[in-house]
C-alpha cells in the first residue's frame, strides 16, 4: 500500500515537473496551463494530507490557490487548519472561501460544522441567515447543518425542529428525511420512520444508511419480506461499510 501511494505523489510531482525527454536528449518543459498547475498541487496537497503530513500539504494548497484560485483547495486548506487544531487560521480560511466562492455548498456546511464544535451561536445564526438568501437549496442545507449540530449536542427536539424546516424548502432531503427517521425509530414512532425511510428510498435512491433503516424498521414492524430484501440489498450493494458491518450476523 506505501508503494502506491508513494508511485502516486511521484507521478504528481512528475506533472508538476513538466519533465519530458526525446531520443534527441532533454527538451525544456512546455509551460503548463495554469489550471493544470493549480490542480497539480492540490493533488499533491491531498496526498500529503491523507498520509497525515500537514506540514507538507499545507504549502502545496497554498501554491494551488497563488497561481488559481479554487474552492476546493480553499476548502481543505481551512479544514488542514482544522486537524492542526489554529481555529483563527481555519476561520480566516473558511471566510475568504466564502467571500471569492459564495455558492460553494460544501464551504457552508464544513465551516457550520467547525462553527457548531466551537459554540459559536451568534456566527451560526449569521451563517444560517446567509444560506436562506442564497436560494432554496443552500437554505435547506444551512438547516440540515443546524440539525446536525443540535443532533450531536442531544438536543433532539432542537434537531427535528431544524430537519422540519429543511424540507420545506427540499421536501426530499435525505439529509433531513433520514436523520428525523432516525430519531422517530429510537422514539417508537415507526410507522413515521418507515414512511420517510421509503420516500428516501423510491424518490432518492439507495444509500447504506437508507436502506439499514429500511431493514430496522421493517423488522420492527415484522415486515418480513421487505426486510429480506433491504438486508439483501445492503450485504450486495453496500458491502463493507459500517451499516452492513452491523447487521453482518442477520
Not at 480560511?93 to 464551504?107: H, I, M, N, S, V
Amino acid at each position: 500500500m506505501k508503494k502506491i501511494i508513494t508511485l502516486g505523489l511521484g507521478l504528481i510531482l512528475m506533472s508538476l515537473l513538466g519533465c519530458i525527454t526525446t531520443i534527441d536528449g532533454y527538451q525544456p518543459p512546455k509551460p503548463k496551463d495554469a489550471s493544470v498547475r493549480a490542480k497539480s498541487y492540490f493533488d499533491l496537497g491531498v496526498a500529503y494530507m491523507e498520509r497525515k503530513r500537514y506540514d507538507l500539504a499545507e504549502p502545496k494548497f497554498q501554491y494551488s490557490i497563488e497561481i488559481k484560485p479554487t474552492a476546493k483547495a480553499y476548502n481543505a486548506l481551512a479544514v488542514l487548519y482544522e486537524e492542526q487544531h489554529d481555529n483563527a487560521l481555519a476561520e480566516d480560511t473558511y471566510k475568504r472561501l466564502l467571500t471569492e466562492f459564495p455558492d460553494f455548498a460544501l464551504g457552508y456546511m464544513n465551516y457550520y460544522v467547525f462553527l457548531c464544535k466551537n459554540d459559536r451561536v451568534g456566527q451560526i445564526r449569521a451563517l444560517s441567515a446567509k444560506m436562506q438568501s442564497k436560494g432554496r437549496i443552500l437554505a435547506a442545507l444551512g438547516q440540515i447543518a443546524a440539525g446536525n449540530c443540535a443532533f450531536e449536542k442531544g438536543r433532539k427536539d432542537q434537531a427535528i425542529a431544524y430537519y422540519n424546516q429543511a424540507l420545506k424548502y427540499e421536501p426530499y432531503s435525505a439529509g433531513a428525511l433520514l436523520p428525523l427517521a432516525q430519531i422517530n425509530y429510537d422514539k417508537g414512532r415507526v410507522e413515521e420512520a418507515k414512511r420517510q425511510v421509503d420516500l428516501v428510498n423510491n424518490q432518492v435512491g439507495y444509500s447504506a444508511r437508507s436502506v439499514y433503516l429500511a431493514v430496522l424498521v421493517n423488522r420492527k414492524l415484522g415486515n418480513r419480506l421487505e426486510e429480506r430484501k433491504y438486508l439483501r440489498v445492503l450485504q450486495t450493494r453496500f458491502a463493507g461499510t459500517e451499516e452492513a458491518e452491523k447487521l453482518s450476523g442477520n
